[in-house]
């Protein structure tokens, strides 16, 4: 269950931080779902780390509100630096 999880919390995620994020993101479906289980990962290693002071690579996921939320976080971080990654200077 845990990589049906991880899917499904990444594109609940990359969906909604995209909707909240300002300016138009590129890419699809396939990006959306990569950068929203990127932002859980990042936004649950960092909940974790701001917790207990360790930092703990979680590898679990669950579909809670609260998990949601610091995935949606850690989405639009991952989307923002996507964006400083790809621009292009003109």
């Known amino acids: 269950m845990g990589i049906i ?44 780390l701001l917790n207990t002071g360790k930092l703990a690579l979680t590898a679990t996921a669950s579909l809670s509100l609260g998990s949601i939320l610091v995935a949606v976080i850690g989405a639009m971080v991952a989307i923002f630096i996507w964006g400083l990654i790809t621009r292009r200077t003109a």
């Not at 594109?11 to 590129?26: E, F, R, S």
């Not at 990006?31 to 974790?48: E, Q």
């Open 5 to 48: 999880a991880w899917i499904v919390l990444g594109l609940i995620a990359g969906a909604l931080a995209k909707l909240i994020y300002p300016g138009h993101q590129g890419g699809g479906i396939l990006a959306t779902m990569v950068l929203g289980i990127v932002g859980a990962f990042l936004g649950g290693s960092i909940f974790t």
